[in-house]
């Protein structure tokens, strides 16, 4: 059994117990996800089993989709409906014009505050760690991306937005920015993601429905059609010896065919998954970068 299992999370659990979950149902030899969720998030958690977890580091870097619920006149220790409340006014209405104004000034690179309450470590520790103990820290500031921000709805004191973004991108630090903006505080209510990459809501099951191996055979996507908006390379017999000891291959027809730093998707004569390659347009050949054992 190898491959990828899109998992619909709930709120409440964090991605690890969706992990844990399923190594109740079943020893696998290889298991991990891509891209944490907050336990108050649910959405699409992408879970590689066996040798789907070679591939992860291909799909870590790709873009993500969240809805998101704020909360205007609130604001928390961890920026969101979880934590601590810090402050509670009533905020008055605000023109949709200015919502949105607002919003599009976030598009492109930002630079964004990481929220004490997260796992990005300081000497080798969580934050949320080091923030539960009281010990004062000096909240980072990271550079992400927001690809395409907008407004889906605004029923006061809740707005509803969509952001696709880069990896590593905290919609919570943006509530919370949008509520600075506003001037009257605001933390996020709830949040969805929607996409990661080629991963969408239509390939998801709910946890909930995930109870016997079967369960998770019937929803299980085969690591080659997780790869298939790679290029596909057919490897020949005679160069299969040079890829199982990791030495490049050369590049298929012309290097203008090619762009430097594309991923390749390797697979045998008869249509057997070998491996991910890397085109380096310089040295004309492909690059191994992960064997697959399928």
Known sequence: MNGFLIVDKNSGMSSYDVIRRLK???????IGYIGTLDRNATGIL??????GVKVIQFFENQQKTYRADILLGTTTDTYDIMGKVLSSVTPEVFPVEEITNILDGYKGRILQEVPLFSSKKINRKPMYRLAR???????????????SIGLLGYEHPHIKIEVSCSKGTYIRSLAHDLGTTLGCGATLFSL???RH???????AVN?????ELKDIEDHLIPVEDVLKSFRH???????LRFIKHGLPIPLAGSTREWTQGELVRLVSRKGMLIGIGMADTFTKAVKIKRLINI
Not at 24 to 30: L, P, T, Y
Not at 46 to 51: G, Q
Not at 133 to 147: C, N, R, S, T
Not at 233 to 239: A, D, H, I, K
Request: hydrophobic share 35%; net charge negative.
């Open 197 to 203: 990459g080629d991963f969408t809501e239509d390939m």
């Open 233 to 239: 390379l057919v490897v020949e017999e005679p160069l």
């Open 192 to 194: 969805k993601r929607t």
């Open 24 to 30: 109740k149902i079943s020893h696998f030899k290889k």
């Open 133 to 147: 103990q009281g010990i004062p820290l000096e909240p980072p500031k990271k550079e992400v991306e927001i690809f």
């Open 46 to 51: 992408p879970v590689a089993i066996n040798e």
């Open 207 to 211: 946890i909930d429905r995930i109870n």
